[in-house]
């Protein structure tokens, strides 16, 4: 089973700045089926990013993904205040999903 | 619009049983897999299996294979998750959502908003 591990566990940053939060899998991802969520408290995940780099309808073009193989990066280029939350990374192999524990991201 | 609407939060004794429901609208249901994520209270996302409508091919994570069963109603557009014997480390909020691309389940792109489980005597 691939696991994915999610760094660091908590960022403390401001709004305005730049947010880099890493996915490192296990074992090489097949195709790169590595997926984003969003998740505020109180509400259900939402997907940001599919397919390691490509935005989900409707995300602002400050969320970014990059990354292939076993090290994948989503980027928050200017913090609004609505992007503090929990961030999940979620991969697909051999006919199971698994997903990273989170990081969350918080007002500094 | 595509809608998952689940049902009604629950609170159970340990050893009850218990069913809850996700009705898709909004797409055609036969042709994507619905998937079921498990979140305890405080806690991570965690995939508990996923079910194809068209067929009702069904697919577990280890972690809950036996101790739930996930099934389907085309008919009505509906996915089921089950227990036959609920515990107190059933206490979480169950999503469903609708999996990506149609015909496989590489993530999850539309999410119900959840129903709460609570398990205590």
């Known amino acids: 089973e691939i696991v994915l591990t999610q760094s660091p566990g908590t960022l403390s940053l401001s709004p305005g700045e730049r947010a880099t939060l890493s996915c490192r899998a296990s074992?090489?991802?097949?195709?790169?089926?590595l997926t984003w969520y969003q998740q505020k408290p109180g509400q259900a995940p939402r997907l940001l990013i599919y397919?390691?780099?490509s935005r989900a309808t409707g995300i602002p073009d400050r969320f970014s993904g990059t990354g292939s193989g076993t090290d994948f990066t989503l980027t928050i280029s200017r913090l609004e205040p609505e992007d503090f939350a929990m961030y999940y990374c979620?991969?697909?192999?051999?006919?199971?999903?698994?997903f990273g524990q989170g990081t969350r991201l918080e007002i500094k | 619009e595509v809608l998952l609407v689940q049902s009604g939060a629950e609170m159970k004794k340990p050893g009850e049983s218990l069913n809850i429901s996700c009705q898709a609208t909004?797409?055609?249901?036969?042709?994507?897999?619905i998937g079921w994520v498990r979140q305890r209270p405080g806690k991570g996302l965690e995939w508990m299996g996923v079910?194809?409508?068209?067929?009702?091919?069904?697919k577990y994570s280890p972690s809950f294979q036996g101790q739930v069963t996930i099934s389907v109603d085309k008919s009505i557009g509906t996915a089921f998750l089950q227990w036959r014997s609920l515990k107190a480390s059933d206490t979480a909020t169950y999503y469903c959502?609708?999996?990506?691309?149609?015909?496989?389940?590489?993530?999850?792109?539309?999410w119900g908003p959840g129903t709460t489980v609570a398990v205590s005597s």
């Open positions: 959502a609708r999996e990506f691309p149609p015909g496989y389940y590489h993530g999850m792109d539309v």
């Open positions: 909004g797409y055609n249901f036969a042709k994507y897999w």
């Open positions: 079910i194809f409508p068209g067929d009702s091919d069904t």
């Open positions: 074992q090489t991802l097949p195709f790169d089926y």
């Open positions: 397919g390691a780099s």
């Open positions: 979620q991969q697909f192999d051999d006919s199971r999903i698994t």
